[in-house]
């Protein structure tokens, strides 16, 4: 019986016709004309300078404009590493972004840490910021960004304006963990060849 | 060998250690930490010697735990084109301190911050001596001593939380980077372009 209900209740707040159409409108045109907003800190930033010229150019992708300020932003793109002190400015900026707002986390570096397993990087910029879609490479080749993107479009016109939850950015505590302590504790685990390093020295 | 360690030896005695050369060629004195700043001084501004230039401050730990740390003061003297490393010898079971150098070289501060944020060790006589790559706030320790573990000394949401914690802007203000101090030290046209600056009001400025 309550599975009974359960669908009742998804029945009641999934789209009507006319708000079906509303989305499709919406989504194909948000997703058509990305502005992204690139925070790049190492070699990424390298290759996101190569996607968004000439040769491969992400124009052709709606992102004509990019904009260096996070107010006139919808795509935050982290191209490399994350350093602790750097933890509080992405936050800052992913803040500063006026809703409807992705994140692209581009490249090893700020998708796991990458090969900075130490004291002083993030591992993995989904434990300050919430996460769309992740690059993998080191660095990813351009071709990996636009294919990134082109993942960015899809999952942006799956989305329902009705969908609350994708707009909730509310930090969990007063202190702005995004995530509940053991859980960034288990993002961060090492894995890969960090296995064999040990906490103590 | 380079003759400046000769002529250590004769002006400060036994406060002057062994000295070797470097596979490189360059020669390594080791000085006594309480004459550290003389035997700087005298380096510097004697006539004949003239190390004008520290090219780099920084201070290394062994592996073998008996060892002490050492802070080694790399220095040139562009009048003569001659090298000299100075070691000091400190031992982390008495006391991590030495004199400052920043009064012989400005450039020493920044280096000796560094070494100070780095190692802990402390620099008597250093005019602002905070750290410089990590936070102000930052609470785990000196992150290039032996005994600091690879991923801090804490669990990873703590160092999330601290981090997000320290306020972005209280690192990166005109401040930081001296230039409101240095104001009066620079050059006319530099200091009417900054007088039409975004700034507006220079602290000194008439």
Redesign the interface.
Known sequence: MKHVAQTREVAGQSPNWLLARLDDLINWSRANSLWPMPFGTACCAIEFMATAASRFDFARFGMERQAFSPRQADVLICAGRLP??????I??VYDQMPQPKWVISMGACASTGGIF????M??GID??VPVDVYVPGCPPRPEGLLYGVLLLHKKIKGESLGDRALRDEHPLDE???RLP??Q??E??E?FGNSVH????? | MNPSVDALRATFGTAIGRATVARDGETVVSVGAERLRDACQWLRDTPGQQYDYLVDLTAVEYRDRERPLEVVYFLRSLERRADLRVKVELDPAVDLAVDSVVSLWAGANWLEREVYDMFGITFRGHPDLRRI???ETYA?GY?LR???????RF??????????????EA?YSLEELSIADAYQELPPDMKERLRNGERGDLPNSE
């Open positions: 602790f002190k750097l933890a509080p400015v936050r800052r397993d130490n004291y002083a993030v591992q434990t300050i202190t702005g963990l302590p053991d960034i504790d993002i961060s090492p390093q040990f906490r103590s020295a | 790559l990590m936070w785990e992150p032996k005994e600091f573990p690879l991923r801090g669990s990873r949401a703590e160092q999330v939380r601290q981090a997000l914690a320290a306020n972005p690192h």
